[in-house]
């Protein structure tokens, strides 16, 4: 193995060293921790020990050379037999592979220039103010923005006829702003989120611990108050037989390809879904747009909490990629490696809770979206079955698979019809 | 003392001296961050100080006192993962070389203003005695430190209430380049020990026995509630202040004539005056520090890397995020 | 039971040196005497001379002898004389102490207070007058708390004391005897990173802590009929409530922040600073400080009141910010 003998950083301020003199030769069999050059830099002349045994096969600074910390000075062979000696290369630096100087105490680099001392330059005096320009402060600025207002009607009363919050207010209360005319359904419509209800003040005992909300928990909470706020959802619940999933399971295992459930439902949505195109939905405002594209956000649980990747044109992959896509999901949460387009943009969830995911739930919708499907636990169960016009009892994996709809937008026939038909496709059996 | 004890005692200084110039070397070689401070020529002191002790006596070691933490119980391998800034050393990553102390072995970690122990040691052994503990808290620190009021208003604390702590100068001549004539005007550090009302004691620190001697005299003196003892053992560093330090401030002859009073081989003459087969014992011990400081090196230099965030954690005993407030 | 603010603070230490036998005042002159300001009346006959302990005059020892017995495990008060006089132990406060836990990855914990009487506006002089909560508050590793009241001054103290970090605990000595106040007769905890809504209000919020959180209720009082103010004791000041700061901002749009402390390097900077960054488009206003003029306080009564805030220059500064 090849070892790099380096300039080392002796004094925390001292960013670079003198080769003084080599007492080794190229070629020359060493010893660890023998001697192999001398050195000398602002604090102190030392001589550097081999960090290995081995062959010194090439020499790469010169006596009298001075070279930043961590530069490589020389390299050994650690196993003499392996070793040729080199032609001798200068010392380079490399910025692109050996990163910028700036990390003050270890990296390698050359000694950081002072900065620059500059003038000033001669501003232009700044042009008198004109009379007629509307002062506002930030928060007005925001206000004019999201009412489309037209600052110069608001006549203001602050200091030197700033228009303050309260003029804006009092503007607005008293009916004169012309309403936000606009036949387009604007995606700002909707109603401030509700603010998460204050929890009561609760008395402390010594050993309680307080776990303040992180970012992404506030968000979660945020979003699952405002959800049941905005939407009666609608809960409905089909048991599934999956005995043929399970067949599809495991033929493709005997094939060398792991599924898991999950695509399964997920193929057999996005297949009812282009079938019932209310449920593949959002709501903007008073409108509900029927969305062309068929994305499916499925909720991954990550040790930072809940994430919804999409799964973009589910209708159009095959359950292998779904299959593939979701594998690389969960991959790529655990990592952190999932990026925020990754995040946006379904139009229709899925939530599978996992082995321990219970009978069923009730899941809550994702806003602005109108439906979502969560899967039960798969269990054996004894069914009653009818064959050839006999009843007969055996046993099944059997899935309860749960629907929130928003009954806002969704009538009980389009919720229904859109779980029923989820149901037939995976009990047909067909995911080719 | 048995030869076994003897032997004991050998294997110590052999092996702080091993880290000592391991350490060293591991520094010139690049491997090391920051200060590295040798207390190579002292290891009298702390091995005569340490020895002795109990495992819950506590004991407030100085910048240059990796021997005492050895010696006091901290696993040589931590302590060169601590040295190295790894996540399995003490402060796991979070401040270098002997910063980080080992708590659960009574070893506390020192700020870098030389002295401020003290009046932690005073604290500390104040508790012993208000709680009738018959133990001990020992407190090193150099003679350029006993120039600082801490020292001063920890000795006098000491002296009030009769506290189970003995103060320790190692007077290695030089603090930093600051010989003893411009440090204090005083012959000794230890003559200022009557001015708090305790005893002050000067020994030679390269003698291991007369330390030993010393150290078990002030030791038991606090250790049977009657009061604080200021030892000061005159030493010698051979290395500079730190490993980026010519020490030219000083003569060569004065390296030579001190190196001529090695800690370790006075130790050496004596094993040989009581007759025990040095050769084999000097091999023995060669084998066994040498093997214990390689697996030392070979742990820290496996140990992990702290990441970025890990300097968020240990601030406080339930993490506040300040950005996420 | 109606209570000082100086009684609130004695009870505080005497309850929390009855239920927990760990616990010890250290300070000068806190024994025989009972503090120079009587806050220790009675508790070295009541807790014995071993707990509640006549320091030396040396501040750097005190603070790190509370080191020393914060590692094994007891958690002691030290008293500061004058809070003027932390800066002779500031080595060991943050050096020493704050560092503790984190140069020891996490092996220990460092429960020790440090209180004092600070403040000015009682004639102190230089070094009788003083409130360097600020420099404290740039420390990691520490928190600072800085009560108003005397329900806050016993219930923050004994959470200090039950608190596993190192606290900085700052009295206002103009408060000492001049509050007096019902308080619970059963015991409390005040938790320490909590701010105080004190009023509600709509027009502008004012923000402050310690002796100026009283000139701030009177003028909100005052001018009710001219504006309507929302008034915030932060009583803890390293950590900073940030969530009840930012939602008053929120919902009045303008923020005077007033301290006794000097304006430059003070608390109020970063709360100015945390509010311009995070709640920029809810201003309707510039954030406001009123602090203490940039000079050290003074002895004569004409320049001490010249440079403390005081009522007027609250209420001026109010009636500036509501007109913008």
New interface residues.
């Given amino acids: 193995m090849l070892i790099d ?8 301020s ?1 960013v670079e060293g003198v080769v003084v003199k080599w007492l080794v030769e190229v070629g020359q069999l060493v010893a660890k ?1 023998q001697p192999l050059l001398e050195i000398s ?1 602002d ?9 290995s045994g081995g062959r010194v096969t090439q020499i790469l600074v010169k006596p009298g050379e001075t070279v930043p ?2 530069a490589v000075l020389a390299k050994i062979e650690t196993d003499p037999a392996a070793s040729r000696p080199a032609a001798e290369a200068a010392p380079k630096w490399d910025e692109e592979t050996e990163g910028f100087p700036g990390h003050m ?2 990296t390698s680099g050359p000694p950081i220039p002072a900065p620059p001392r500059v003038e000033p330059s001669i501003l232009a005096p700044p042009p008198p103010p004109t009379t007629g320009r509307i002062r506002i ?6 206000m004019a923005a999201e009412h489309g207002l037209d600052l110069s009607k608001i006549p203001g009363t ?2 030197d006829g ?1 228009v ?2 309260k003029d804006v207010e009092g503007y607005l209360d008293s009916g004169q702003a012309a309403p936000a005319v606009s036949g387009e359904v604007r995606p700002d419509a909707t109603p401030a989120p509700p603010k998460v209800a204050r929890a009561p003040k609760i008395a ?1 005992a ?1 050993g309680d ?2 776990v ?1 909300w ?2 992404i928990r506030k968000k979660i909470a945020e979003h699952m108050v405002r959800s049941k706020q905005t939407s009666p959802h609608v809960h409905i619940f089909a048991e599934v037989d999956m005995h043929k999933v399970a067949g599809v399971r495991a033929k493709s295992k005997k094939e060398g390809v792991n599924l898991t459930y999950l695509p399964f439902v997920i193929y057999a949505a996005a297949k009812a879904l282009r079938e019932t195109p209310n449920m593949n939905a959002t709501v903007s405002g008073e409108s509900t747009v029927l969305k062309k594209d068929i994305h499916i956000a499925v909720a991954v649980d990550t040790e930072k909490g809940l994430l919804v990747p999409v799964l973009r044109h589910a209708d159009r992959m095959s359950l292998k990629e779904i299959s593939a896509a979701m594998d690389d999901f969960g991959a790529r949460a655990k990592s952190g490696k999932i990026s925020p387009d990754e995040l946006s943009g379904g139009t229709f969830s899925i939530t599978n809770p996992g082995i321990k995911g219970n009978l069923f739930g009730t899941p809550i919708i994702n806003q602005p979206q109108v439906g979502i499907l969560r899967l039960g636990q798969i269990v054996k169960r004894p069914v009653v079955i009818e064959a050839d016009g006999e009843d007969s009892i055996v046993i099944r994996p059997m899935m309860y698979l749960g629907c929130a709809y928003d009954h806002r937008v969704i009538d009980g026939v389009a919720g229904n019809g859109f779980l029923y038909r989820v149901r037939e496709i995976l009990e047909a059996g067909d995911f080719s | 003392m048995t030869e076994q004890k003897d032997r004991e005692l050998y294997r110590w200084l052999r092996l702080i001296r091993e880290f000592e110039d391991r350490t060293s070397v591991l520094d010139k070689q690049g491997k090391l961050m920051g200060g590295v401070y040798s207390g190579k020529g002292q290891e009298a002191v702390t091995v005569g100080f340490c020895h002795d002790l109990r495992w819950d006596d506590w004991i407030f070691p100085l910048h240059r006192d990796l021997g005492a933490f050895l010696v006091k119980g901290a696993d040589p391998k931590r302590l060169m993962a601590q040295i190295f800034g790894k996540r399995d050393g003490f402060a796991k990553g979070k401040d270098s070389y002997l910063h980080g102390g080992d708590l659960a072995n009574g070893i506390f970690g020192a700020t870098s203003c030389l002295g401020a122990t003290l009046p932690v040691a005073a604290g500390m052994a104040y508790k012993f005695k208000i709680r009738k503990e018959d133990r001990v808290a020992i407190a090193f620190f150099g003679e350029g430190a006993s120039s600082r009021g801490d020292v001063h208003e920890a000795m006098n604390f000491a002296g009030v209430h009769r506290l189970p702590v003995v103060f320790v100068c190692e007077n290695n001549f030089y603090a930093y380049s600051t010989p003893n004539e411009l440090q204090f005007g005083v012959d000794n550090v230890a003559d200022r020990a009557v001015g708090y009302g305790f005893k002050g004691e000067v020994v030679n620190g390269n003698d291991l026995h007369a330390v030993m001697k010393t150290a078990g005299k002030a030791i038991d003196r606090a250790r049977k509630g009657d009061g604080p003892t200021l030892v000061e053992c005159k030493t010698y560093r051979y290395h500079g202040h730190s490993e980026h330090d010519r020490a030219d401030y000083r003569s060569e002859e004065e390296v030579i004539t001190w190196e001529s009073r090695d800690p370790i081989s006075l130790w050496e003459i004596y094993l040989e005056k009581r007759k025990y087969d040095i050769a084999a014992i000097r091999k023995e011990t060669t084998e066994e520090v040498t093997r214990i400081v390689e697996e030392a090196v070979a742990f820290a230099d496996g140990s992990p890397a702290p990441e970025g965030h890990e300097a968020m954690e240990d601030l406080y005993a339930m993490p506040i995020d300040m950005e996420a407030l | 039971m109606l209570v000082t603010y100086i009684e609130a603070i004695r009870q505080a230490m005497d309850e929390e040196l009855a239920r927990d036998r760990n616990v010890l005042l250290m300070g000068e002159d806190v024994g025989v005497l009972g503090g120079a300001f009587k806050a220790s009346t009675g508790l070295q006959e009541k807790h014995g001379t071993d707990r509640v302990v006549d320091m030396p005059i040396s501040e750097s020892l005190i603070v790190g002898a509370g080191v020393g017995l914060a590692v094994q495990g007891m958690r002691p008060i030290l008293e500061m004389q004058f809070i003027d006089f932390i800066s002779c132990g500031f080595d060991q406060i943050v050096n020493s102490a704050a560092t503790l836990r984190y140069r020891h990855g996490g092996q220990t914990a460092c429960p020790i207070v440090i209180r004092g009487p600070s403040g000015g506006g009682v004639h102190g002089g230089l070094y009788h007058s003083q409130n360097p909560e600020a420099w404290f508050c740039h420390v990691p590793g520490l928190k600072v708390v800085a009560p108003a009241t005397a329900y806050d001054a016993k219930g923050l103290l004994k959470s200090a004391i039950r608190d596993d970090d190192p606290v900085i605990y700052f009295e206002h000595k103009f408060l000492y005897r001049r509050i007096k106040e019902e308080i619970p007769a059963e015991e409390y905890l005040v938790p320490i990173g909590k701010a105080a809504l004190r009023k509600e209000g709509r027009d502008l919020t004012v923000i402050t802590y310690g002796a100026p959180v009283h000139a701030v209720m009177k003028a909100a009082r005052d001018m009710a009929t001219e504006v309507d103010i929302e008034v915030i004791d932060l009583r803890t000041l390293l950590p900073i409530d940030w969530a009840t700061v930012k939602g008053s901002v929120r919902k009045t749009g303008k923020v005077l922040i007033v301290h006794e402390a000097r304006l430059t390097g003070g608390i109020g900077g970063e709360v100015a600073a945390r509010i311009a960054q995070d709640c920029f488009e809810e201003l309707d206003g510039p954030v406001m400080r009123l602090a203490a003029r940039d000079v050290h306080t003074p002895f004569a009564p004409a320049m001490e009141a010249y440079v403390l805030p005081n009522q007027e220059k609250i209420t001026e500064a109010i009636r500036k910010l509501a007109a913008y």
Avoid: F, N
Avoid at chain 1, 5 to 12: F, I, N, T, Y
């Fill in positions: 003998v380096v300039m080392p950083q002796l004094g925390e001292v921790d830099t604090k102190v002349d030392a001589e550097i020990p081999s960090p910390i961590q105490a270890r402060t930030p928060v007005v600025a925001r602050g200091i700033r303050t919050r402390l010594e611990q307080v303040p992180t970012p």
